[in-house]
């Protein structure tokens, strides 16, 4: 009891002082997780978008897959990046094992399917809302996807503050990938992890409630979008 | 009270250039899950002034107006419109009002320029055109309010607004006061009426009988998906030919 309540103590100075070392590892979550999510973001929402429109052979497979795939446990993503990574694997060439690049594309492989999902969903139900609608107006094609993606942006924030959230708390992926290397791929979770193992227990809080602080406020972001987008729904 | 009489079609517009109207429907069928909803329908519908469907609830009113405006197609049967033009210029000339209309997630201005901008209305012409109708239907001083704040009249109106700013030969209207209140009621009629003295000509699905009788010229009565009757709107509301139609003017219930 003791013990944690100085642990807490530290940690709330570590966050006051901006401790350097502290600040190193949020600086390469955030911009780990970040790209992740932005390049999820921009693969994610035409993918979703062509996938809620598109009719084809296979794609109520393919949506249950990326349904499928939205679940996807970040160790087993780690270990797939990892072996393809390798040495011996296919992207060896690249040489990008145990930095941030291998670090992000393990985030991107865990957040697209969770962008091209919620996107599909949400323009299916958009679409079948708008279609007679828009039909009667003559909107079809490129046009009428551009219409349906406007109409639901508000919703599309949340679902990439969705991916967000899904990333940078994430630990099973990025320890495998990263490493966990000090100064190089040590990002918030990895960091927790080693220092609660190592007994550094006031690093390992802080870092936590840093963590906690972002959740809370992706979380707070996307409550005060849905609440107040449909009221002032300008053009 | 208002001058909802029906005019005498000064219908300038519509005549001056070959026109999409009249228009014949031969033998439409529309089946559906296995259902037939619309069984065989023939009928033909003038250029002039406001035809109104009626029948019961299931009757197949709905159903009907969204295979003259080409939104269902039919299992059997087709529309043939008059002149010569092609499909999307058919579609083009055309215009239609939900029961419950979708508005887009943007100002009632916004939501009138879009119809316009998709109808190739351009540049000045576009912003004329915005003017004149959003006067024309009393949305001025709405003009800027969010769509999705709109009260359930204002969103019809809205609706019609965007129907009509595209300067459609025809209009099809799905019961478009069917949850309106009376004062929200007679804004829409005395727009329709506006709107048939501008040629525009109306198809429009209504269970009101008082309603049919001020804006429109000739009914037909749909009852389980066939026409009971077709007839002008002196003779339907004082003595309907068919027995579903004498019991729905009369108010009764037929089985």
Redesign the interface.
């Known amino acids: 009891m003791n013990d944690s309540a100085s642990a807490f103590a530290t940690a709330v100075q570590l966050i006051g002082d901006f401790d350097a070392a502290l600040l190193e590892i949020i600086a390469l979550s955030l911009r780990v997780s970040l790209s992740a999510v932005v390049l999820g973001a921009l693969l994610g929402l035409p993918l979703g978008a062509a996938l809620a429109i598109g009719r084809f052979r296979g794609r109520q497979a393919l949506i249950v897959c990326v349904n499928t795939l939205m679940g996807l446990p970040p160790v087993v993503v780690g270990l797939i990046v990892y072996l393809q990574l390798s040495q011996s694997g296919l992207l060896g060439w690249l040489h990008i094992l145990y930095s941030p690049a291998a670090m992000i594309i393990a985030q991107l492989i865990l957040v697209t399917p969770i962008v091209i999902a919620l996107t599909r969903q949400f323009i299916e139900d958009a679409d079948a ?2 279609d ?2 828009l ?5 079809r094609g490129w ?1 009428k996807l551009v ?1 349906l993606i ?2 639901v942006r508000y919703s599309l924030v949340t679902v990439v503050l969705a991916a967000f959230g899904r990333a940078i708390a994430e630990v099973g992926a990025v320890i495998i990938v990263g490493g966990n290397i000090n100064h190089v791929t040590r990002v918030m979770t990895t960091a927790i992890t080693l220092e609660t193992s190592k007994g550094n227990l006031s690093l390992a809080l802080a870092l936590g409630l840093v963590l906690m602080f972002l959740a809370l406020g992706v979380n707070a972001a996307a409550a005060t979008i849905r609440h107040f987008a ?6 | 009270m208002l001058d909802l009489a029906v005019c005498e079609s000064d219908a300038k517009d519509a005549r001056r250039a070959p026109s999409i109207l009249p228009l014949s429907v031969d033998g439409l069928v529309y089946e559906h899950a296995g259902v037939r909803i619309i069984d065989n329908i023939s009928l033909h519908i003038e250029a002039a002034g406001c035809t109104a469907i009626m029948g019961y609830n299931g009757a197949g009113k709905s159903v009907l107006v ?1 295979l003259l ?1 080409g ?1 269902l197609t039919p299992s059997a049967g087709a529309c043939r419109w008059a002149g010569n033009f092609d499909a999307n210029e058919i ?2 000339r ?3 009002v ?1 029961q419950a ?2 508005l ?4 009632v201005a ?1 939501n009138v320029e ?2 316009l901008r ?2 190739s209305f351009n540049g000045e012409r576009r912003a004329q055109r915005l003017e004149a109708i959003l006067q024309e239907t009393d949305l001025l001083s709405l003009r ?1 309010r ?4 709109l009260s359930a009249g204002e969103r019809q109106r809205v609706a019609l607004c ?1 129907a009509l700013a ?1 300067e459609p030969e025809i209009v099809f209207l799905d019961e478009p006061t069917a949850s309106l209140d009376p004062a929200a009621t007679v804004a829409i009629e005395r727009i329709l009426a506006r709107a048939m003295r501008a040629g525009r000509k109306l198809v429009m699905v209504s269970q009101s009988v008082g309603q049919v009788q001020r804006l429109a010229r000739d009914v037909i009565f749909v009852h389980r998906g066939r026409i009971t009757e077709h007839t002008p709107i002196e003779e339907f509301s004082t003595q309907p030919r068919s027995e579903p139609a004498r019991a729905f003017v009369a108010g009764e219930l037929f089985e």
């Open positions: 809302d708008y007679e609608e039909r009667s107006l003559g909107v046009s219409t406007v109409e449909p009221k002032v729904a300008y053009a | 969204r405006h939104l579609a083009r055309q215009a239609m939900f209309p979708v887009l997630r943007r100002s916004a879009y119809a998709i109808r800027d969010p769509a999705a704040v965007r595209i």
